[in-house]
């Protein structure tokens, strides 16, 4: 396991920028989770930590060396990819033992039986290390995809929405696996997804991704308390943060500038209509089984909340509403009054 | 059980009476009966050019039918015709030659043509102009590949023979590829090189095209050499097609005919004389039918079950 830092990195693809002067240290032992919408240069980021893609400009150092022009296999990294890469003709076996019989390595045959047999036990596909990798279901390949970045110790593990693909029991089991590997191995991980769950539950620093550009990055809670701007504000967040213009509810001590209003289920009180300057109408409530979504309509815009199960809220109801220290944007979308 | 049409079984199990499919509505016949009417023509079709001949030929090998004599009343010779053929010193000439023919031009086409297959998957510039040319010599037709060459092969004025002693320095007129008994046999293994090699070329490159790109890319990183990345993958991944390759060139060259035909028509001696075209001297220079209607049979079954034992193993390797 190492540190790695990418300094002003910047991967050019005809013209446009799919990397933008991205600078971001990765220390040793932990695990950053890249957050960004479809295109915003995730996969980029990855594959040139990984050296399957040559930055145009800027430096990557793995472990305080300099691997900028380092081929993929001089850099000691392991690598899940989006789609899952299996070499198809082989047995799950050999797939997961394939890293592990590289020359370079040169581990003897029982010692390499040991950590695939291991690995199986661990991500459960030990009943299929028999088959051919081309049998298995989506799940199950992508678990084999995983499997082998992990019989290895690489300087870093670089994963491509690895869990993209499974169904939400595996995916949340797999998650608990994942953040225990990076606990008890101590690894290096850059992790990418669209996931907000994955990205909250996992890891110890998140970075927002925007059109190739690192927007902001901190823990979990800085980013989701704090962003920086109203693009990372909408990154995190269920049901999604309300956006709304300055004026429509009253906020005690607005910053001067304030244009919109970000609101967050946590932001917002809700009563029986009781005279309040502000009133909002409920227009329906979703009931989504672990929460309750409430839709309400204040002076034309729209608003979605949290509410507890058994609210006693009618639609077409009039409800009060007050704010509580929401977060408050200038008219540029950055973020006020915060640290 | 006893009138179980389609649709009844259909509304007993539905338990409701379905529309009748319409093809029954508009001309009263059932499905199946328009289903056979669209592939009867094909079938008698078949019948007529393939089945037909095929069993006439069966039915000729037993006897002692000349195409030349067709009044000559038939004498039925039971298994003469395949024994004596077997026994025939000059067949299992024509079955060597063959066999030489087969392996030399499979084992350097696959060699040539994956070769050729791999640089040309490199994408270089101008891959697509060169893939082209290399193409060309198999848009040719036989007949004009086996003229051509044998301008080619003349000694005085031949190009091939011209530029061989450019390049060893030997006496252009001092060797007659399709003249000379030790060079004839490879005259018609390298014109058919030259002729069929961009076939398993493209086969080949279609084998290569198909691994997609990402799985050299989860190779590089698993620290595979290219050496290895090129057997434990790419040779794997491609030999369900070579080996399919190998099966067409293999059939089609066991069958050779009109190539070797005008390039040496067997010659000098019997040394190119393959074996249909010891099937053609017996069926059309002898005019011993019947005899060679058995050889022909022998030559058809000794294909059909070599290459379905072939198949089988290409099954094999796919399913692995
Ligand atoms: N090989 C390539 N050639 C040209 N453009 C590319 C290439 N790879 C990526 N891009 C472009 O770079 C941008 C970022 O792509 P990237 O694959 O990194 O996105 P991503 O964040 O991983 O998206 P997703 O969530 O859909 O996987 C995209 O606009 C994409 O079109
Ligand atoms: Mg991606």
Known sequence: MAEVLLDNVTRRFGGIAAVRELSLHIGDGEFVVLLGPTGAGKTTTLRLVAGLERADAGRILIGGHDVTRLEPAA???????????????????????????????????????????????????????????????????????????????????????????????????LRIELKRIHEVLGATILYVTHDQIEAMTMANRIGVLREGELVQIGSAQHIYEEPSNLYVATRLGSPPINLLPAGVLP?????????????????????????????????????????????????????????????DLAVGERVDLALARPLCFDAAGVRLGGS | ??????????????????????????????????????????????????????????????????ANKPNVPLRWLGLENYTSILA??????????????????????????????????????????????????MMLSPAVVGTFWTFLFQPQIGLFNYVVAFLTGIDPSSFQMIGDVPLAPW?????????????VMLICLAGLRSIPNYIYEAAEVDRASKWRQFWSITLPMVLPFLMLAVLFRGIENFKMFDMVNLLTSGGPGSTTELASITLKREAFEKWRTGYSSAFAIILFVTVFGAANIYVKALNKVKQR
């Not at chain 2, 005259?187 to 076939?199: E, H, R, S």
Request: proline share 6%.
């Open chain 1, 75 to 173: 850099r000691d990294v392991a690598f899940v990819f989006q789609q899952y890469s299996l070499y198809p003709h082989l047995s799950v076996f050999d797939n997961l033992a394939f890293p592990l019989r590289s020359p370079a390595r040169r581990l003897p045959e029982p010692e390499v039986r040991e950590r695939v047999t291991r690995t199986a036990e661990l991500l459960r596909i030990s009943s299929k290390l028999d088959s051919k990798a081309t049998r298995l279901s989506g799940g199950e390949m992508q678990r084999v995809a995983i499997g082998r970045a992990l019989v290895r110790q690489p300087a870093i593990f670089l994963m491509d929405e690895p869990l993209s693909s499974l169904d939400a029991k595996l995916r949340a089991e």
């Open chain 1, 251 to 311: 906020v005690p001590d607005a910053p001067a500038g304030t244009r919109t209003i970000g609101v967050r289920s946590e932001h917002l009180r809700i009563g029986k209509a009781n005279g309040a300057a502000v009133q909002g109408v409920v227009t329906r409530i979703e009931h989504l089984g672990d929460q309750n979504h409430l839709h309400l309509t204040v002076a034309d815009h729209r608003l979605v909340t949290l509410i507890e199960a058994h609210a």
């Open chain 2, 1 to 66: 059980m006893t009138d179980t049409s389609g649709p009844v079984v259909i509304r007993d199990r539905a338990g409701a009476v379905p529309a009748p499919p319409v093809a029954r509505v508009i001309r009263g016949l059932s499905d199946r009966a328009i289903a056979w009417l669209f592939i009867a023509p094909t079938i008698l079709l078949l019948l007529a050019i393939n089945v037909f001949p095929l069993i006439w030929t069966i039915r000729l090998s037993f006897t002692n039918y000349r």
């Open chain 2, 88 to 137: 025939d010193p000059d067949v299992w000439q024509a079955m060597q030659a063959t066999a030489h023919f087969v392996i030399w031009t499979i084992l350097l086409e696959v060699l040539f043509g994956f070769g050729l297959a791999l640089l040309i998957d490199k994408k270089f510039r101008g891959h697509s102009f060169w893939t082209t040319v290399i193409l060309l010599p």
């Open chain 2, 187 to 199: 005259a018609i293994v390298l014109v058919d090189t030259w002729m069929w090699t961009p076939y």
